[in-house]
């Protein structure tokens, strides 16, 4: 019988620290624990982060084009117009066409929730900075952003 050295841990169990210097688990793990503390406290708005923060963004540039909007929250064009639908939906934004350019607007119904979803953001901001600190919060953020726009070249 061949030793397998991934049972080399007490009890036969396999030895999984790996996982403890593994970039693409450790950025999942922490992703969903980021999500759903998000989630709580978007939760007031009745809308998940996502498009929380999709509204903050067409409140902010009326007739903002569905080209712009997917590159700003680095999604794909057909996860946005999924997004923008749901959206169309529930009366928060809506969509004119001019040319071959499709525009993102505000509703009032939208522009209303603005001050909630800003609350919302901040509540969440002053919960992770004070479960990681407010400057560890700056640094971990620096860091994803930069290693991200590198990752991306790729």
Not at 54 to 62: D, W
Not at 78 to 100: A, H, M, N, W
Not at 114 to 126: H, M, P, T, V, Y
Request: one cysteine or more; charged letters at 25%; glycine letters at 6%.
């Amino acid at each position: 019988m061949m030793d397998n050295p991934m049972l080399d841990a007490p009890g036969g169990q396999a030895d999984e620290s790996f996982l403890r210097n593994c970039l693409f688990f450790n950025a999942n793990r922490l992703s969903r624990a980021v999500t759903k503390l998000a989630e709580e406290h978007f939760a007031q708005t009745g809308l998940s982060p996502m498009y929380g923060y999709l509204i903050r963004i067409v409140n902010g540039s009326p007739g903002i084009t569905q080209k712009l909007l997917a590159e700003k929250l680095y999604i794909t064009p057909s996860t946005l117009t999924r997004f923008i639908d749901k959206l169309e939906t529930k009366k928060l934004v809506e969509r004119k066409v001019q040319g071959k350019t499709v525009l993102v607007y505000p509703t009032e119904k939208g522009l209303a929730l603005e001050n909630q979803i800003r609350d919302a953001s901040k509540s969440f901001k002053a919960a992770y900075e004070e479960l990681i600190g407010q400057a560890a919060a700056v640094m971990l953020s620096a860091e994803i952003e930069k290693s991200s726009a590198l990752l991306e070249e790729h």
